[in-house]
């Protein structure tokens, strides 16, 4: 048998490294130098003006760009944790319902699931801004019929980010169900047989025996549910504009506005690093949990 030399492995390597560099680590790391630089987007990096941690301290004052960044941070937060809170359950639970061999139509079910993630953003905030409109959307005329008054779901700065949030389960929840049922696949039968034996019933099975064997891939999609929910813009910028009073100003939003239409490229930067560094640690904390969970 033939092995392939060190030489062969980087040329065969060697595009795919160099597109990853150039596309991903030349801007990043272009993003971490200009978050110590004073620079407007509209002139060229050679106007960049070194002023050392002072971005950082703004984000963090008592002025209203602290405020503003601190704000959409907690929105980014909310959104974030009550998405991942209830999207995961929801998708081990219609994996568990798609997954029974019993369950007639169960294909047809999983390929509408995972429809509604292929279906373009720009699609589905027209259709659920409709859907939330105070006067003829239909969540508010089902209201109706039992009683409760139009509430302005987009419109109310106590309303509009929870909206936001219901539509990005909607969307998502069709993924990790299709991850979840990867996963229930992958349990041998002969478990839930033993089980069967010792004289487990099925909520006992589920968490002896589905719920451990499904903790890697509840990882994984806790993840990319994280990774996902804090890079939210579309919603954002096609329904709300950040608004209203910036109840649902997010973070990716905000680093644009800033970044772009303020053209405080330095402070964009900041901002973007900042996100960056809350993100690896929200990450690190997650495998930190599951690696103390399987060591229990």
């Known amino acids: 048998m033939r092995t392939i030399s060190r030489s062969n492995i ?21 993003t971490i130098w200009l978050s110590f630089h004073e620079w407007s987007s509209q002139t060229g990096f050679s106007a960049a003006r070194f002023v050392g941690l ?21 929105n980014t937060a ?5 998405s991942v809170v209830v999207m995961l359950p929801l998708s081990v639970l219609l994996g568990l319902v798609v997954h029974q061999r019993e369950v007639r139509g169960g294909q047809f079910l999983r390929t509408v699931l995972f429809a509604t993630y292929m ?22 005329q089902i209201l109706g019929w039992v009683g409760i008054g139009p509430q302005p779901w987009l419109s109310s700065p106590q309303t509009a980010l929870y909206a936001l949030i219901v539509l990005n389960i909607w969307q998502q929840i069709g993924y990790f169900t299709v991850l979840a049922v990867a996963g229930l696949t992958q349990i041998p039968s002969s478990l839930y047989e033993a089980a069967r034996i010792d004289g487990a019933n099925r909520v006992q099975s589920f968490f002896g025996v589905t719920l451990p064997l499904l903790r890697r891939t509840l990882l994984f999609s806790t993840v990319v549910a994280v990774i996902n929910a804090v890079q939210v813009f579309e919603p954002v910028v096609l329904i709300t504009q950040g608004g209203p009073a910036g109840s649902t100003n997010v973070l990716t939003y905000h680093i644009r506005r800033v970044g772009i239409e303020r053209a405080q490229g330095g402070m964009g930067s900041a901002m973007a690093v900042a996100l960056m560094l ?13 690696r103390k969970g399987e060591e229990q």
């Open 54 to 74: 002072r971005n950082f301290e703004d984000l963090f004052a008592p002025i209203s760009v602290g405020r503003d960044f601190r704000r959409a941070f907690v």
């Open 78 to 82: 909310v959104y974030t944790g009550i």
């Open 278 to 290: 809350a993100l690896i640690v929200a990450v690190v904390a997650i495998f930190a949990f599951n």
């Open 10 to 30: 980087a040329v065969m390597l060697g595009p795919a490294t160099a597109l990853i560099g150039f596309f991903i680590l030349v801007p990043m790391v272009l």
């Open 119 to 140: 279906v373009p953003m720009i699609a589905v905030a027209l259709v659920w801004s409709k859907l939330y409109s105070p006067s003829e959307g239909p969540i508010n």
